[in-house]
């Protein structure tokens, strides 16, 4: 080790420069973001930013980071640089947590809000141990004298193999985007809620083949399109992308997966639902092959390929119709072996929900989308205009409900999807006036998720009502509170979330 400088002056200039560049791999390349950052006596140094951030997410599962803190002096030759390489972890222990967060409370004004409004739980904590300290002075190295070095050479297996492994596991997870996937799961629940409604009889194995088959479709849908995005720019142009509603799962663009294992990957859940619908096919009905058919061509082709559905405008109408309409009726086929029009008409309010949850989504990727070519319904009627349909879809929603009920298709307990109501309200005020700002109109975004959600489970809650009559009814109405419960939950945090965001928007702006 060079002892031209102390460890003491090295640990001054660190505390007193409040700002570093970091530096972390994204595969084959590097990202560089400024950062505040806090140092203790053993070089060890505290990151602390927003649960989710891209930027903390990459380090943890890159854990190599360097970071570079410069000061200026009166003149170049007085000019001095710390350089450090280490390993990036997550601060688990509760004790050390509030130690890092007490440090980077002085050098952040994003962390000192959140920390004195009490919400210091949307904060991640990350703690880069040093391998290596590079201190250097400008008129030093014209002069030929090295660096003074600290070496940690007990901080160089700080990660194990186990844990990189682990980090391509949720690699993969931030791929499938698990949270999205009750789209599928929703119109197989309702659909073979009305067969046992109409038949008294409910297959549990088909039904279970039915939901994997769906779910592994709609993940090969969600990987091939992070694929054909990045081919397209589309994800790396988008500069306004909300996580997690749009933007992608970022993977490629951040390093984690390779664009060569997202298109295998994507092609195997493909090919694994395929299987099991030639099997469902042949065990219930040529009929199957069909309905799966339009829905693997609708994902495969969503965002690329030959057809580009979303290039071409179709993208909102295809979604519409396989989450709710086909899937619906796929799962009430399985069950039967029939046609009817209740499955149909019971998914129509499915179908809008999940086109709005699509069509929400797209706003904050509008510039991006437009950039590239994606011609989506919002880059086509552009934002202002793009609310005003927002706006009919919402309403579709619910006067489909009333309008199947009142003409007698739908059993009365159907009603039950009408709770909802109000999140769409909601949603659409929100959208209104914020249609054009990415940030602000995250609200809309959730409340549209949560509708289609409990929406979707309150309906398939009305056959199920149906089924099991008075007898059933105070198992019905657990399960409905609960449902309920979980919209208002939603909502009250979705409201919390704003309020947080906006008073840090005032309090730093």
């Known amino acids: 080790m060079s002892e031209q400088h102390s460890r003491e002056e090295i640990l001054a200039l660190m505390e007193k420069v409040e700002v570093a560049a970091v530096a972390t791999s994204a595969g084959d390349s590097a990202r560089i973001r400024m950062m505040h950052h806090a140092a203790d006596e053993d070089f060890n140094i505290y990151l602390a930013t927003m649960k989710g951030d891209p930027k903390t997410v990459q380090m943890t599962h890159h854990p190599s980071i360097s970071l570079l803190m410069h000061q200026s002096g009166a003149d170049i030759n007085q000019a001095a640089e710390v350089e450090v390489t280490g390993k990036a972890l997550f601060v688990r222990d509760r004790e050390e947590r509030e130690k890092a967060l007490e440090m980077t409370t002085k050098r952040s004004p994003v962390v000192k809000y959140l920390v004195e409004t009490g919400n210091s739980g949307m904060l991640d904590c990350v703690k880069v141990m040093p391998v290596t300290v590079k201190f250097r002075i400008f008129n030093e190295i014209v002069q030929g004298m090295p660096p003074t070095v600290l070496e940690f050479p007990q901080n160089r297996q700080v990660v194990s193999d186990w844990h ?15 949270p999205f996937l009750t789209a599928s799961a929703v119109p197989v629940l309702l659909g073979t809620s009305i067969a046992w409604f109409t038949t008294g009889t409910l297959y549990w194995g088909f039904f279970l083949l039915t939901l994997l088959a769906g779910v592994l479709v709609h993940i090969g849908a969600n990987v091939i399109n992070d694929y054909f995005d990045y081919r397209s720019g589309n994800d790396e142009v988008n500069r306004e992308f ?18 060569v294992e997202v298109l295998s990957g994507s092609l195997v859940f493909f090919l694994v639902s395929a299987l099991i619908g030639f099997y469902l096919a042949w065990a219930r009905g040529p009929f199957i092959l069909l309905l799966g058919a339009i829905g693997l061509l609708s994902a495969m082709f969503y ?16 979604v519409g119709l396989n989450f709710g309409v086909l899937m619906t009726l796929g799962a009430y086929f399985v069950q039967t072996q029939s046609f009817s029009w209740v499955p149909v008409v019971a998914a129509v309010p499915v179908s809008l929900l999940i086109a709005a949850v699509l069509y929400i989504n797209e706003f904050p990727d509008y510039a991006a989308d437009k950039q590239v070519g994606k011609n989506t319904l919002v880059v086509r009627l552009g934002r202002v205009k793009a609310v005003g349909f927002y706006t009919l879809i919402m309403a579709g929603v619910y006067l489909s409900i009333v309008v199947g009920v009142a003409a007698g298709i739908l059993p009365l307990p159907a009603l039950l999807g009408l709770v909802t109501l109000p999140l769409a309200v909601r949603a659409v005020q929100y959208a209104r006036k914020h249609h054009s700002s990415s940030f602000d109109l995250v609200p809309a975004n959730a409340l549209t998720v949560t509708s289609h959600l409990t929406t979707g489970l309150l309906l398939t809650l009305g056959f199920v009502w149906s089924m099991l009559g008075a007898q059933g009814f105070l198992y019905v109405a657990i399960i409905g509170v609960t449902f309920v419960g979980f919209a208002i ?14 008073g840090l928007k005032k309090a730093v702006g």
């Open 303 to 318: 965002t690329g390929g030959l057809l580009n559905w979303a290039k071409r405008g179709y993208g909102e109408l295809l």
């Open 242 to 259: 909300v996580r997690p509603f749009s933007g992608g799962s970022r993977v490629i663009q951040l390093g984690f997966l390779s664009p």
């Open 164 to 178: 990189l492994i682990k980090m391509k596991v949720k690699s993969w997870v931030m791929a499938l985007r698990v």
């Open 489 to 502: 939950f939603m909502y009250r945090y979705i409201e919390r979330q704003k309020n947080i965001f906006f």
